[in-house]
T-cell receptor
Framework: ELKVEQNPLFLSMQEGKNYTIYCNYSTTSDRLYWYRQDPGKSLESLFVLLSNGAVKQEGRLMASLDTKARLSTLHITAAVHDLSATYFCAVDRPRRDDKIIFGKGTRLHILP | KAGVTQTPRYLIKTRGQQVTLSCSPISGHRSVSWYQQTPGQGLQFLFEYFSETQRNKGNFPGRFSGRQFSNSRSEMNVSTLELGDSALYLC?????????????FGPGTRLLVL
């Protein structure tokens, strides 16, 4: 059974600091997604990582994928208050049943 | 381009009733996916439609069904509503398929089952 674990589940940090959110998954997959959700709002797709070693960056966010370690990271550089949100990772099982499984989300609170 | 729209935005139903939710994708997008979000179970994949065909389905009972029309608009139906069906239902569209491309999400439909 595919399981997706995010760490930490809650993170409070100061503006200007760097931090990393981790997403581990339990079985083989080579597609991983990151989403952002603001309180009471819908989801926003951030990154689609399709292969081992993939790295994508958008502004202060950078995501990477290591399929051998079954690990993806979302790195935040010099955090700003506007990045406060809940971040979800999700994993696909393309060679099995093509179902996407989500992590529980990391609630990020950036203090001004 | 207009974004993904979902109707209605809010809905209150009672147990045993049925409900139909609608999703209009971005023009030109042929893939529509549906997701359920609850405080207890988190985000869960319901199903994906592409060119009027269901591509795959999550682990939900048969009470949850969907369809897609020739204009790519999609509907999701839940029959015999249960309290646990109270959730935020999100749909997302993409040009060719959710697994390869960025998806664009609608604002969601909040369903409350009493």
């Amino acid at each position: 059974e595919l399981k997706v674990e995010q760490n930490p589940l809650f993170l409070s940090m100061q503006e200007g600091k760097n931090y990393t959110i981790y997403c581990n998954y339990s079985t083989t997959s080579d597609r991983l997604y990151w989403y952002r959700q603001d309180p009471g709002k819908s989801l926003e797709s951030l990154f689609v990582l399709l292969s081992n070693g993939a790295v994508k960056q958008e502004g202060r966010l950078m995501a990477s994928l290591d399929t051998k370690a079954r690990l993806s990271t979302l790195h935040i550089t010099a955090a700003v208050h506007d990045l406060s949100a809940t971040y979800f990772c999700a994993v696909d099982r393309p060679r099995r049943d093509d179902k996407i499984i989500f992590g529980k989300g990391t609630r990020l609170h950036i203090l001004p | 381009k207009a974004g993904v729209t979902q109707t209605p935005r809010y809905l209150i139903k009672t147990r045993g009733q049925q409900v139909t939710l609608s999703c209009s994708p971005i023009s030109g997008h042929r893939s529509v996916s549906w997701y359920q979000q609850t405080p207890g179970q988190g985000l869960q994949f319901l199903f994906e439609y592409f060119s009027e065909t269901q591509r795959n389905k999550g682990n939900f009972p048969g009470r949850f069904s969907g369809r897609q029309f020739s204009n790519s608009r999609s509907e999701m139906n839940v029959s015999t509503l249960e309290l646990g069906d109270s959730a935020l239902y999100l749909c997302a569209s993409s040009p060719g398929g959710r697994s390869q491309e960025t998806q664009y999400f609608g604002p969601g439909t909040r369903l409350l089952v009493l």
